[in-house]
């Protein structure tokens, strides 16, 4: 049987994809989410929303700098995490790791 090294006993990170933009949309409307963020950002429509996720589901990585979804063995998404100034020479890097609000 195949193992896949994405997943644990409880979630499975994999990559965004398109339809994922109306539960990042949702998540974005929670204040309490964005007052923790690293930065207020302006409010964002439906269509930059979309725009936004799809972007980001057509990444490829820039070397070790990459955002991955964080769902459920049922498929429900929970949340993300990034990766980002990555000094591989150093073994150093950068992570922001976002519970979501998508399951209330």
């Known amino acids: 049987m195949p193992v896949n090294l ?5 979630v499975r990170l994999r990559a965004v994809v398109p339809g994922d933009w109306e539960k990042f949309h949702e998540n974005d409307q929670d204040s309490e989410i964005a007052r923790a963020s690293n930065a207020n950002y ?28 964080i ?21 150093n890097f950068q992570y922001g790791l976002l519970k979501s609000e998508f399951v209330r």
């Open 6 to 10: 994405w997943e644990g006993k409880k």
């Open 71 to 91: 769902e459920t063995l049922d498929g429900e998404l929970v949340g993300t995490i990034n990766s980002h100034h990555c000094d591989p020479r150093n073994g």
């Open 42 to 69: 302006f409010p964002r429509s439906e269509a930059g929303a979309r725009l936004w996720t799809d972007q980001q589901a057509a990444r490829v990585p820039d070397g070790d700098n990459m955002r991955l979804a």
